[in-house]
Structures are given as C-alpha cells and as structure tokens.
C-alpha cells in the first residue's frame, strides 16, 4: 500500500558456515516473508553423510532433524522449548539430565514442504535431549537445553556436546562481521538482482580474508580465535 520508492526491503540470509574457519560454505537469500526454515531447507543439497550441523533453537524440532537424518546428517543445537515441552521423567535415561526420546511428528503440514516431502518424513525420530550449565564468561545463558541426534553417551559425552554447540556462539560473531565490519547490513543496490550480486562480492571478500587469517595461524602456530578480522582487514 506505500508508494513507490518509499518502502523498505528486506533480504533475508541463511548461511552455513564452517566451524573451523568461519567461512561461509553456503547461502541462502528470500524475502521478509520467507522463513528460516525455508532458506535451510534450500542448502540441505550441499550437506553430505558425516557431517554435523549446529544450529540456534530456530532449527531444534521435528521437521529439520528428520530431514537431516534422511542425509546421514547430525545435529546439535537448542530445544525451541516454546514449541515443544521437555520431561526428562520419560525415555531413556543416559546421563544426569540426559535422556533419549522419541519425537513424534505434528499434525499440521509446514508451509515449505510438499504433501509428499512431508508424507516421506517418519512418524517419530529418537533423539537425545540434555540440559546443561553453562559456566562462560559474556554468555548470557546459564542453563541450556540441547537436543542432538548424536545418541550414544560414551561416543558424544554431554560435556563435549556442550562445547561444541558454545563454539558455534563464535560463528555469530561472523555473522556480525559480514553486516557490521563489511557493512553488509544495508545494501546499496536498488534491485534485487543487483542487491544479490552486492551480497556475493560482500561473502567472496569475506572467504577471502578467512582464507588469509587460516594461513597467518598456520604459519605462526596460533589459535585460529586469537586473529582478529577487523585487524585483517586494516592490515
């Protein structure tokens, strides 16, 4: 209903990025109106059998952990306890306040999946739900909930789950740095073509430079987090 030129987009991105670099390996662009899940459900082609995807709570239920199963993918990340209430006096107990339990499927039909797709998904899936303190200096969380596919304890300990899913925080710190340092936040084109094409060189630059700082804590035997991008990029 605003007239022309007076509006304000918005582009959404999903991007998975690689845990141990910070590069972006792929990406996903839509609309305001397309969801999350959506865009995720688009980059599911460049996952192969083995890996492990992380996640914030807008990826723990049914629907993603289901599809990723269905690719010998794992996952690890928040439960959206808003969406789905957690009792640890059910399933089967693995630890302290951690338990394996069957999800089982919604009745209602998510609006980016085709009857079909959703048809071909399980009626339940058996995960591993924990609930952990959290004891990190800057994180502002106490207690999380995790939920993961990766079931045998002895294999995957709580503990190690707990640190993996506190490393993906750095990988918000990227995210940062591609609206913020680059100054990707608000993109100048003025259609979505072009706007598109701004985004690209904006996530080359950036692979390029987490290329370079590989190289530096390589080469002088450093952490990888002690390098830092802005002073990479001034350099």
């Not at 200096?137 to 207690?143: A, I, K, L, M, Q």
């Not at 990707?184 to 072009?194: I, S, V, Y």
């Not at 690209?200 to 530096?216: D, F, K, S």
Request: glycine letters at 8%; proline letters at 4%; hydrophobic letters at 45%.
């Amino acid at each position: 209903t605003q007239k022309p030129g007076c509006g304000f987009p918005v582009l959404r991105l999903v991007v998975l990025f690689c845990l141990a670099s910070g590069a972006v390996v792929a990406r996903s662009t839509g609309s305001l109106w397309d969801s999350e899940g959506r865009l995720f459900h688009r980059l599911l082609p460049t996952l192969k059998p083995g890996d492990i995807v992380l996640g914030d709570r807008g990826f723990g239920n049914f629907v993603i952990l289901a599809l990723l199963a269905t690719l010998g993918v794992d996952f690890i990340g928040r439960v959206a306890l808003k969406n789905r209430h957690v009792d640890f006096r059910r399933g089967r107990r693995l630890g302290t306040r951690d338990r394996c339990l069957y999800w089982r499927k919604g009745d209602h039909l998510v609006d980016w999946l085709t009857t079909a797709a959703w048809a071909a998904l399980p009626r339940e899936i058996s995960v591993r739900v924990l609930q952990l303190r959290v004891h990190q200096p800057g994180f502002r969380v106490r207690e999380i909930t995790l939920v993961t596919t990766l079931l045998d304890p002895q294999l995957y300990p709580a503990q190690e789950l707990l640190e993996a899913y506190l490393r993906r925080w750095r990988l918000e710190m990227c995210l940062d740095d591609l609206k913020t340092t680059l100054g990707l936040e608000h993109l100048k084109c003025l259609t979505p073509a072009m706007a598109e094409k701004e985004l690209l060189v904006g996530l080359i630059g950036h692979n390029l430079l987490r290329c370079v700082m590989a190289e530096a804590a390589q080469n002088h035997a450093v952490p990888l987090e002690r390098i830092s991008f802005k002073g990479s990029l001034d350099a």
